[in-house]
């Protein structure tokens, strides 16, 4: 169970809670998108031999709420080789996300296709607020 609450804010903001698949690792708070207004960014680590991660991120709305920022799945260059082990954190200006790249054959525990880390920037969304990739990098 995972519990979000503020303090500062006029008029007080309402707690989030919600229930969580896996272990909190981390959190962060940061201004991504440079509006003024930091956001908060919870990162879950699932059960299991994948240890897949997961973002819980929430950015102030109108000073009055907070609005769940959406992480979109991987999906194509970026999602292959990818069985998990995550590791997030904010990185400057983005949200950095690293993972192990395996290889055909490769067992959950060795990977030898190197780490990809993914870049994400904050953006506004039709419902809300969306981490976008914008770049790659292999190592």
Do not use: W
């Not at 956001?39 to 997961?54: L, M």
């Not at 990185?91 to 290889?103: D, H, N, Q, T």
Request: proline fraction near 6%.
């Amino acid at each position: 169970q995972l519990t979000i609450t503020t303090t500062g804010a006029k008029p007080p903001i309402k707690p989030i809670r919600q229930t969580v698949n896996g272990q909190v690792v981390g959190a962060e708070v940061a201004d991504l998108n440079s509006n003024g207004t930091p956001e908060i960014y919870v990162f879950v680590q699932g059960a299991g031999s994948g240890s897949y991660g997961e973002v819980v991120a929430y950015a102030v709305m109108k000073g009055a709420e907070l609005s769940p920022i959406t992480l979109p799945e991987l999906a194509g260059a970026n999602s292959q080789g990818y069985q998990g082990h995550d590791q997030f954190q904010v990185v400057e200006s983005c949200l950095a996300r690293r993972f192990p790249i395996y290889k055909p054959g490769d067992s959950n525990a060795k990977a030898t296709g190197g780490q990809r880390q993914i870049c994400y920037k904050l953006k506004a969304g039709e419902a809300g607020f969306i981490l976008q990739p914008t770049s790659v990098l292999k190592f």
